[in-house]
C-alpha cells in the first residue's frame, strides 16, 4: 500500500522559513517523481515543487523560484520542501504526491497518489 505522510507545517509570520517533509512507502522510491502541491480557499490546487531523484529532474513554480527548495534523501525514502522567505500568499494547504511522471506538478492527472495535507499559514 502507498502511503505518503505529511509532516512540517505551521503558522510562521511572513519571511520566516518552513521545511515540509513527506515520508514514502510501499513503492520503489527511485522510480517515482515526488513533490508538493498546495489549495488555498477558493483556489485550484497547483504544482508547487517535484522532484524525481533517480535522475535529479525538478520542477518549481515560477510563484516559488528562488525561495522554495526540493530534495531528496533516498535512504530514508522521504523528500523535504525547504520554504524560505515566506508570503502570505504561500497559505495554503501543501499535499505530498506521487507519480511516475516527473512533469506531475504541471500535469496533475499524471499524480498517482497523494497524502493528506498539512497546513501552511503565513501571517503578515
Known amino acids: 500500500e502507498v502511503q505518503l505522510v505529511e509532516s512540517g507545517g505551521g503558522l510562521v509570520q511572513a519571511g520566516g522559513s518552513l521545511r515540509l517533509s513527506c515520508a514514502a512507502s510501499?513503492?520503489?522510491?527511485?522510480?517515482?517523481?515526488i513533490g508538493w502541491f498546495r489549495q488555498a480557499p477558493g483556489k485550484e490546487r497547483e504544482g508547487v515543487s517535484c522532484?524525481?531523484?533517480?535522475?535529479?529532474?525538478?520542477y518549481y513554480a515560477d510563484s516559488v523560484k528562488g525561495r522554495f527548495t526540493i530534495s531528496s534523501d533516498n535512504a530514508k525514502n522521504t523528500v523535504y520542501l525547504q520554504m524560505n522567505s515566506l508570503k502570505p500568499e504561500d497559505t495554503a494547504v501543501y499535499y505530498c504526491?506521487?507519480?511516475?511522471?516527473?512533469?506531475?506538478?504541471?500535469?496533475?492527472?499524471?499524480?498517482?497518489?497523494w497524502g493528506q495535507g498539512t497546513q501552511v499559514t503565513v501571517s503578515s
Open positions: 504526491a506521487a507519480g511516475e511522471n516527473p512533469f506531475m506538478c504541471v500535469y496533475s492527472n499524471e499524480v498517482k497518489n
Open positions: 510501499g513503492f520503489t522510491f527511485d522510480d517515482y517523481a
Open positions: 522532484i524525481r531523484s533517480s535522475d535529479t529532474i525538478t
